[in-house]
T-cell receptor, first 113, second 117 residues
Framework: GENVEQHPSTLSVQEGDSAVIKCTYSDSASNYFPWYKQELGKRPQLIIDIRSNVGEKKDQRIAVTLNKTAKHFSLHITETQPEDSAVYFC????????????FGSGTRLQVQP | GAVVSQHPSRVICKSGTSVKIECRSL??????MFWYRQFPKQSLMLMAT?????????EQGVEKDKFLINHASLTLSTLTVTSAHPEDSSFYIC?????????????FGPGTRLTVL
């Protein structure tokens, strides 16, 4: 099955700085890679996703890059704000209907004002 | 995006009792729903895949007789934790895929915090 590794486990940045979180996956057939933000006691919220037919996707301050050859993908948050503080999870799956997501271990991001 | 609800949001029970958690897709049909468990400061771990009209598929190490899953309709899946013990205390989250929507994207319920005394 799929195995997703994520690092760092914690990340502290100053407000306005950029934050980068990296994930690697094991199943070369995986082709859907979402990123979730989870605040304490709440559900994961999809913030951006990428499919294996593209190498990069951007949405305002958030971007995701995918290197399918190396089997890794990264989340980039620019101009961080205190409200970006949360736990971020990467995930991967084969996009074939009934498969579940395999999550990374999570990164706790703390943005210092 | 699509909406998934869960009920109850929080439950406290005595050891040995059974607890039922409902997961509903409110504005779409979901032939497949997923049940995850999340311990404090840990990631979401898949417990089982719930398929409408058929038996659930359980992940390795998850006892199917302890975590009963029923997916009787296209909008409802239930997870029953039978004879709950303190080690079952966790955050249980379901997700559902909109079969008519964008491939891959899953929508999560708000979660159920189970505390077993």
């Amino acid at each position: 099955g799929e195995n997703v590794e994520q690092h760092p486990s914690t990340l502290s940045v100053q407000e306005g700085d950029s934050a980068v979180i990296k994930c690697t996956y094991s199943d070369s057939a995986s082709n859907y890679f979402p990123w979730y933000k989870q605040e304490l006691g709440k559900r994961p919220q999809l913030i951006i996703d990428i499919r294996s037919n593209v190498g990069e996707k951007k949405d305002q301050r958030i971007a995701v890059t995918l290197n399918k050859t190396a089997k890794h993908f990264s989340l980039h948050i620019t101009e961080t704000q205190p409200e970006d503080s949360a736990v971020y999870f990467c995930a991967a799956k084969r996009d074939t209907g009934r498969r579940a997501l395999t999550f990374g271990s999570g990164t706790r991001l703390q943005v210092q004002p | 995006g699509a909406v998934v609800s869960q009920h109850p949001s929080r439950v406290i029970c005595k050891s040995g009792t059974s607890v039922k958690i409902e997961c509903r897709s409110l504005d779409f049909q979901a032939t497949t729903m997923f049940w995850y468990r999340q311990f404090p400061k840990q990631s979401l771990m898949l417990m089982a895949t719930s398929n409408e009209g058929s038996k659930a598929t359980y992940e390795q190490g998850v006892e199917k007789d302890k975590f009963l899953i029923n997916h009787a309709s296209l909008t409802l899946s239930t997870l029953t934790v039978t004879s709950a013990h303190p080690e079952d205390s966790s955050f249980y989250i379901c997700s559902a895929r909109d079969q008519t929507g964008s491939e891959g994207e899953q929508f999560f319920g708000p979660g159920t915090r189970l505390t077993v005394l």
